[in-house]
T-cell receptor
Framework: GAVVSQHPSRVICKSGTSVKIECRSLDFQATTMFWYRQFPKQSLMLMATSNEGSKATYEQGVEKDKFLINHASLTLSTLTVTSAHPEDSSFYIC???????????FGPGTRLTVL | TQLLEQSPQFLSIQEGENLTVYCNSSSVFSSLQWYRQEPGEGPVLLVTVVTGGEVKKLKRLTFQFGDARKDSSLHITAAQPGDTGLYLCTGTASKLTFGTGTRLQVTL
């Protein structure tokens, strides 16, 4: 089956620093990747849609200058949380799309804690 | 993004019981997926339904897509503790749509 990895799985950083999260599709090419944020005991909240070679499309209320997304290749998308603050602490999950029926394959998630 | 309403939001049952989770919207979907997510992990795809009225079975799980492709249900027979998790439905309409989630807890 399709495998998506995320790195790092956990990160703790100081307020004001930037953190980069990588999302890789390991055994397939993903023209589209999605970035989600999840708060405890809640569903996934879509942050942005990342298409290879083009600018990401951000959902309403998501600051594009705060959450920088780069999709440089068909197997890699990165999310950079810039000038992180404690309220950015969350579980960030990526997914990649393969196939015509829009099945998403999710990464294992990254737990970000901003001190 | 439009919202898929899932019900119930939370369900706590004992091992061996049956349950049904519902996923409803006013939009028509070209396809709909069900996922299960365990704490601290990413969601795992369970099934994709495409055709109105379609029924798919995955061991003790039965998935149905509504005739009008606006809703879906997930029925679990003889629930086990390993079924515990967050169940999410997502669908493709004009944009990807996400369910509000159903948190299932199965106890011994």
């Amino acid at each position: 089956g399709a495998v998506v990895s995320q790195h790092p799985s956990r990160v703790i950083c100081k307020s004001g620093t930037s953190v980069k999260i990588e999302c890789r599709s390991l055994d397939f090419q993903a023209t589209t990747m999605f970035w989600y944020r999840q708060f405890p005991k809640q569903s996934l909240m879509l942050m942005a849609t990342s298409n290879e070679g083009s600018k990401a499309t951000y959902e309403q209320g998501v600051e594009k200058d705060k959450f920088l997304i780069n999709h440089a290749s068909l197997t890699l998308s990165t999310l950079t949380v810039t000038s992180a603050h404690p309220e950015d602490s969350s579980f960030y999950i990526c997914s990649a799309v393969s196939g015509g029926v829009y099945e998403q394959f999710f990464g294992p998630g990254t737990r970000l804690t901003v001190l | 993004t439009q919202l898929l309403e899932q019900s119930p939001q939370f369900l706590s049952i004992q091992e061996g019981e049956n349950l049904t989770v519902y996923c409803n919207s006013s939009s028509v979907f070209s396809s709909l997926q069900w996922y299960r997510q365990e704490p601290g992990e990413g969601p795992v795809l369970l099934v994709t339904v495409v055709t109105g009225g379609e029924v798919k079975k995955l061991k003790r799980l039965t998935f149905q897509f509504g005739d009008a492709r606006k809703d879906s249900s997930l029925h679990i027979t003889a629930a086990q503790p390993g079924d515990t998790g967050l169940y999410l439905c997502t669908g493709t309409a004009s944009k990807l749509t996400f369910g509000t989630g159903t948190r299932l807890q199965v106890t011994l």
